[in-house]
């Protein structure tokens, strides 16, 4: 088979399973994926490394795996990661300056995770520099599939653009305050940022340890589940959904989103649900508007930390504003970052009490569609990130889910929050609301 452009969106079940019967080749399939990526690059800027070389000889090694019967569960399926993730023998860039003549000795463990699984790791995607919310000037903004003249969102930008294009069937980001969701928002995708922790971070460079989550991005909530699968290293359990799940909106977030266009999407969402049977009501989270102030105590001198071989001797090497929400993070007396890390535990306890009256909570993701430029995210105001930093505070788990657009086209994006460890709590009730809607609409550039 030759794939087409159609079969590039189709679900990983879909095209493992074509795979396994021999209608369709890893070496096929790649070439496909890597010309899409070659054809649309120019227009996206979402990759900082492509490794055809190596994806070919994994394309390989599947197609001989496949032939004997045997393979993991993402046997020949291409897949790309943020270049945040260390693969030995490659440049890790983290969208920096800095990093740029680095070369990782080691795998991460999210690498080693998804070749055990049998993926075929094709390219390492752009992002914000050193995922703090600005991109350098070096490597560009990354732009969206829907709207090339407008930007995929951050800091895992270069994942979503691709696997919104069309360009591979999955990429694990990271979200230290929204950096997986928001761009899910802005291209239509599926987010999840899971459970702090429950991914191993081995061979990530960091940026915040406490906030720091990995997160994946894919175009259905099924391979968003096979995903954590493979990188928890166990099964995400299909529970059937409750008949009448509780859904609790968190009015406090819906409050802080005057957009008419979000919150329009955000109520038609929540309505899919009810249609369903879902019971909806209304819950409340005082002080959640006001808990990124809190995460800024906790960010800021991490980050700093995380970056002290560097400060202040390489300021001419960062974009400005990057560095200079590191050095503001340096200034964080260490009384506020203990009452933040207190805040912290005392937020999560918050959540775990209201979760206790609903299986899961909602809100919208983003305050708006996709911008022209990738929203200013410095440490005096993180609106973009009202609605995402709390459960990077807390540590739920939170799925951004495709919720409508706006009049212009721009995809919009609403969150389910689970109960810690959990996820198949939230994907039970995500995967009712996608069969609800028939499904989410894809981005098209190039498509034929």
């Known amino acids: 088979m030759n794939p087409g452009s159609d079969l590039l969106f189709a679900s990983i079940a879909t095209v493992s399973r074509l795979l396994r019967d021999g209608e369709l080749s ?50 020949g399926i291409p897949v790309s990661i943020k270049d945040i993730f260390d693969i030995a023998g490659v440049p890790t860039i983290a969208g920096s300056r800095i990093l740029r003549d680095t070369t990782a000795t080691a795998d991460s463990a999210v690498h080693s995770r998804l070749r055990d699984a049998g993926a075929v790791v094709f390219g390492k995607t752009n992002m914000l520099e050193f995922a703090y919310g600005f991109v350098h000037p070096d ?19 270069g994942s979503a653009s691709a696997v919104a294009a069309g360009i591979g069937y999955a990429s694990v980001g990271t979200d230290t305050g929204g950096s997986v969701r928001a761009p899910a928002s802005f291209c239509g995708l599926v987010g999840m940022k899971p459970t702090y922790d429950s991914i191993d971070r081995r061979g990530l460079l960091p940026l915040s340890a406490t906030l720091d ?3 994946l991005l894919t175009r259905t909530v099924a391979d968003n589940r096979l995903l954590l699968a493979v990188l928890t290293a166990r099964p995400v359990p299909e529970r059937p959904p409750r008949a009448a799940p509780v859904v609790g909106v968190i009015t406090e977030l819906v409050d802080a989103t005057p957009d008419p266009e979000v919150r329009e999407a955000f109520a038609a969402a929540v309505e899919v649900l009810r249609s369903t049977g879902a019971q909806v009501r209304e819950v409340s989270l005082p002080g959640i508007t006001e808990l990124w102030r809190r995460a800024v105590e906790i960010l800021g001198p991490e980050a700093a930390h995380a970056h002290r071989r560097w400060l202040p001797d390489r300021e ?7 560095f200079a929400n590191l050095m503001a993070g340096r200034e964080v007396p260490a009384v506020a970052y203990l009452a933040a890390l207190e805040a912290r535990q005392a937020f999560s306890r918050q959540v775990d009490s209201v979760l206790g009256e609903a299986d899961v909570l909602a809100a919208p993701t983003m305050p708006g569609g996709a911008t022209v430029h990738d929203p200013q995210l410095d440490l005096a105001g993180l609106d973009a990130c009202v609605r995402t930093i709390p459960f990077n505070v807390s540590g739920h788990p939170a799925l951004s889910l495709p919720a409508g657009s706006t009049s212009d086209g721009r995809p919009l994006g609403w969150q389910l929050i689970g109960p810690k460890g959990r996820e198949d709590a939230v994907y039970a009730v995500a995967e009712r ?11 098209s550039p190039g498509r034929a």
């Open 139 to 157: 490597h560009g903004q990354c732009n969206n599939p829907w709207d090339t003249g407008r930007t995929a969102g951050g800091s895992s930008s």
């Open 213 to 215: 989550h990995v997160g």
């Open 316 to 322: 001419a090497d960062y974009a400005a504003p990057t």
């Open 433 to 443: 609301y996608e069969l609800a809607r028939g499904g989410f609409p894809t981005a």
């Open 26 to 75: 890893p070496e096929d399939l790649l070439d496909a994926v890597l010309a899409r990526q070659e054809a649309l690059e120019p227009e996206l800027n979402a990759f900082t490394t492509v490794l055809a070389d190596q994806a070919r000889r994994q394309a390989r090694a599947a197609a001989a795996a496949l032939a004997a019967g045997q393979g993991g569960p993402l046997t």
